[in-house]
């Protein structure tokens, strides 16, 4: 049986979906002239050098990669 909060059968759930989602992390990752910079929202910055990839396409699944391992949600890609 789910408890009415303040007299709305659904606000519980509300609360507790946007409690979840106000935790959860973002990450940007951003192209610059020496690699891929990524910067999560808690601050965490991690950087992937262009000299250590042959194909540009693994620096970037990489940076992805390390984004979700550490938490992000969410990835904003800039090039």
């Known amino acids: 049986m789910r408890q009415e909060f303040h007299g709305y059968p659904d606000r519980a759930e509300r609360l507790k979906k946007a409690m979840r989602k106000a935790c959860r992390l973002s990450a ?40 979700r391992r550490h938490g992000a949600s969410s990835v904003k890609i800039y090039d």
């Open 28 to 67: 940007v990752i951003t192209k610059t002239e020496y690699g891929l910079l990524i910067e999560l929202s808690n601050g965490r910055v991690c950087t992937v050098s262009d000299e250590l990839w042959l194909p540009k396409d693994g620096a970037m699944t990489a940076a992805v990669q390390w984004a």
